[in-house]
């Protein structure tokens, strides 16, 4: 199984998180919200080569750890993931919007002059603004949008730019993501939990709760969840392949 967006660092017992997903075989994409906290995070992957360490500056603390992004570029040369990074346009963080824009713009820029990195993204009340802005930036790497929760037209449009998808069992629980997740090309998804920040089942999702998504995934294409699990295996092959 794939859970290629959570914040294993954020985890109160981080470390035996790491390692129950070192021992289930689950390939990781520990995603970070901060430049500082890179080298802890890829602390907690060292002895699990399938848990990989995005480096990132979340869209909602851009404001406060805009400095960090000197340590951002001297530490991209190591990373193959970037993440997490995005825009977020909810009603708390739009006052820091222009900061936000500045942040992600120079992420982007240094992506692309870097040769493209995997990217992971956060679009929540932004597809728009994120699309314009990958637009801006074509030689940046493979963006792969997370929980994606915009419309239907700015979904089109992000498919026909190339984006990849991470879909969870949080997003798959409800009526409208699960429609957009049937509309997305079944080679262009990875499963994700999101945790510890989603729930499922009113608590706090772990790494391994993508069983649900994935699930719900088969359920959706009408395959059996083994012919599922293949699919997504392939399709994180591909992302790789695709990235080097
Ligand atoms: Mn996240």
Not at 149 to 161: N, V, W
Request: proline share 5%.
């Amino acid at each position: 199984m794939i859970d290629f967006h959570c914040h294993l660092d954020l985890y109160p017992n981080a470390r035996q998180i790491a390692e129950d997903c070192r021992r289930r075989g689950l390939y990781v994409l520990s995603v970070t919200t901060t430049p500082a906290a890179w080298n802890g995070s890829s602390a907690l992957a060292c002895e699990a080569p399938r848990i990989l360490t995005a480096l990132g500056l979340h869209p909602q603390i851009a404001q406060e750890r805009r400095a960090e992004l000197p340590l951002f570029d001297e530490l991209l040369p190591q990373v193959r993931c970037v993440g997490e990074i995005g825009l977020d346009g909810g009603a708390a963080s739009r006052r820091d919007w222009e900061t936000q824009s500045a942040v992600f713009e120079h992420i982007l820029a240094k992506c692309s002059a870097a040769g493209g990195r995997i990217m992971s993204i956060h679009s929540r009340k932004a597809a728009s603004h994120v699309l314009d802005m990958l637009a801006k930036f074509p030689d940046a790497g493979i963006p792969i949008l997370h929980w994606y929760s915009g419309g239907y037209e700015d979904l089109k449009r992000a498919i026909a730019f190339g984006c990849w998808f991470s879909v969870g069992p949080a997003m798959l629980q409800g009526v409208r993501g699960t429609a957009l997740s049937a509309r997305i090309p079944r080679h262009r998804i990875l499963t994700e939990s999101d945790g510890p920040f989603a729930r499922v089942d009113g608590r706090r999702a772990f790494p391994w709760d993508v069983d649900v998504a994935q699930l719900r995934l088969a359920k959706i294409w009408g395959l059996t969840d083994k012919e599922t699990e293949e699919i997504l295996h392939g399709n994180l092959r591909q992302l790789f392949y695709r990235a080097m």
